[in-house]
């Protein structure tokens, strides 16, 4: 057999690849210098896209989502990794069929080991949580994409032969493993990056300068309608079936209750915890918190949760935030869930950066700080957090330095891409009125349509109503205010009134309809509304209801109101 035929066999994870399931955060500690340099490119152009099929991925040059990667930096995580068998190396690389895989993978037999140390500092993630083929840039260039990249690990790492009857520290596997040479041939010790590097400054990256190689990928799949939550607690990454991911790597478990359970297990979940496995102590926590699987137990998820933060658990010390911070199950202490959000956040918890960010400008249980508010926001939105990067850009509104309008744009643009529809008005209606911004009428109507139709958004119907309003377009304007009103939006009530009640640029005159949406404003508190309700009365000869309307204006505040309101009997 040749050297491209063995190549080409089918290896444990290729052989039934179509039934096999997906490995949804692999490895990429056997790819070349090209194959890195490859997926940084595309992360500059876009989301990033890869094909992946049977123990193959490739990055397609040109193929893209719409929507940009931000950098969030963590507190270093050293882990090792022993790979003990061909099927144990191949399930856990994004190319099965690379040197390492297939050259190295049989080597793996009696107690012989494949050791590999990885030091973490950072994730490179994006907003975009969901992508179909629609979605894609990139015409042919497209074609077998099956994935978007949502993120990378970042850092340093190094790997060396070993026998798994002695399992290394990461510090030996990197002082042991030789130079920075690729996977080549017979030559499985060698390193990426460096360890002592992992603790310098940033580069201009985001990570530091030596520890900036792309560990490990973080995939959805196309179409999956995946990855629709903002960050999912205590979920384990995916693994072929058959295994389940242990100990940073997806093996065959030795006992179901010491492994991550799902999310939707809480009896799995309830028992590995009791066997002391902690994430699963944070998932059981959760459901606690949510009481959506489970009877709701504040009190029973402290007792999880606090424990698995002083364990080191990031959405331990995120979900103990929000009891502490709230008062549930533990009491209220808002000095204590800004040190656990802190925590948390350092840890690489986007959710906490945004309890944090919130607790430090508005002073609540630390000192304020806006300056710090803005940083750890923005450490959030890095992280891949919509929400995040919505609340960014509006501390960066307010804090109002020269380019924090240019940056809040951008930053709402980050959160727009994830779909958060009111992030998407708010840069339609910049974009219409070219408010820190140069004006794009057709690009801001289409974000404002966008945010409008995006589901309970009533602003983003009022703006889009306004926009079309103020250039004489009633007929689009009115459905957008009508949609507004709908959905509760009195405001966009009142716009409605005033189209009605006028009749004109290709809008009939409706008094009827009229009265009734400013009826809906002035009992929502809108003064002006219950004038214009007064109105339409006395105009319709009506002087009972007329008088009750513009004395309810009158009580708001009014004066028109009042005036009009003293010429009743």
Request: hydrophobic share 35%.
């Amino acid at each position: 057999m040749t050297t491209e035929e063995s190549a080409q066999t089918p290896g444990p994870r290729d052989a039934h690849c179509e039934q096999a399931g997906e490995l949804d955060q692999p490895l990429v500690i056997d790819w070349s210098d090209t194959q890195h340099a490859s997926l940084a490119a595309a992360m500059t152009k876009g989301v990033a896209v890869v094909s992946s099929r049977c123990g193959e991925m490739r990055v397609l040059d040109g193929c893209s989502v719409p929507g940009a990667y931000g950098f969030m930096g963590t507190t270093r995580k050293d882990e090792i990794l022993q790979f003990s068998s061909d099927l144990d190396l191949r399930a856990n690389l994004a190319s099965s069929r690379e040197d390492l895989a297939r050259v190295i993978g049989p080597q793996l037999t009696a107690g012989r080991t494949l050791d590999v140390a990885m030091a973490l500092v950072g994730k490179r993630r994006t907003t975009v949580r969901a992508a179909a083929a629609a979605d894609l840039k990139g015409g042919e260039a497209c074609e077998g994409a099956t994935h978007f990249v949502r993120g990378t690990f970042v850092g340093a790492f190094a790997m060396r032969r070993g026998v798994s009857s002695a399992v290394p520290t990461p510090t030996e596997v990197f002082t042991n493993a030789g130079g920075d040479v690729g996977p080549t041939g017979n030559a499985v010790e060698w390193t990426r990056g460096k360890l002592d590097g992992c603790t310098a400054g940033e580069g201009k990256s985001g990570a530091p300068t030596q520890c900036d190689i792309t560990v490990r990928l973080e995939l959805v799949q196309l179409g999956s309608g995946e990855g629709g939550e903002e960050q999912k607690i205590g979920d384990a990454p995916s693994c072929p079936r058959g295994l389940t991911f242990v100990d940073g790597k997806c093996a065959v478990p030795s006992s179901p209750a010491i492994v991550q359970c799902a999310d939707n297990d809480p009896k799995g979940c309830q028992a590995a915890c009791l066997a002391r496995h902690v994430g699963s102590c944070v998932s059981f926590g959760n459901m606690l918190m949510n009481g959506k699987v489970v009877t709701q137990d504040y009190r029973r998820a402290a007792e999880l949760l606090g424990p698995a933060c002083q364990s080191g658990s990031a959405d331990g010390c995120t979900l103990m935030g929000m009891l502490a911070r709230f008062g549930k199950g533990t009491p209220q202490d808002a000095a204590l869930s800004a040190q656990l959000w802190r925590r948390a956040c350092d840890a690489g918890s986007p959710v906490a950066c945004v309890g944090l960010g919130e607790q430090l400008a508005g002073g609540d249980g630390v000192a304020r700080d806006d300056e710090e508010a803005v940083a750890v926001l923005d450490r959030g939105c890095a992280g891949g957090l919509a929400m995040a990067c919505t609340k960014l850009a509006e501390a960066l509104e307010v804090r109002a330095r020269p380019g924090d309008q240019e940056r809040a744009i951008e930053t709402f643009g980050r959160a727009c891409d994830a779909a958060q529809y009111d992030a998407c008005g708010a840069v339609g209606i910049r974009l219409v009125i070219g408010k820190g911004v140069a004006t794009d009428r057709a690009r801001g109507l289409e974000l404002l349509r966008k945010s409008c139709q995006g589901g309970d958004l009533k602003l983003g119907c009022f703006n889009l109503g306004l926009s079309h309003e103020k250039a004489g377009e009633w007929a689009p304007g009115l459905a957008a205010f009508e949609r507004a009103c709908t959905l509760g939006f009195t405001d966009g009530c009142f716009r409605s009134g005033v189209i009605l009640s006028q009749g004109g640029h290709g809008v009939a005159k409706d008094d009827a309809v009229a009265t009734e949406r400013f009826t809906r404003s002035c009992d929502a508190g809108e003064g002006a509304a219950c004038f214009l309700v007064g109105d339409i009365y006395e105009a319709t000869q009506r002087p009972d209801e007329a008088k009750r309307a513009y004395e309810k204006a009158c009580e708001l505040g009014n004066q028109a109101g009042c005036r009009n309101a003293r010429r009743f009997p």
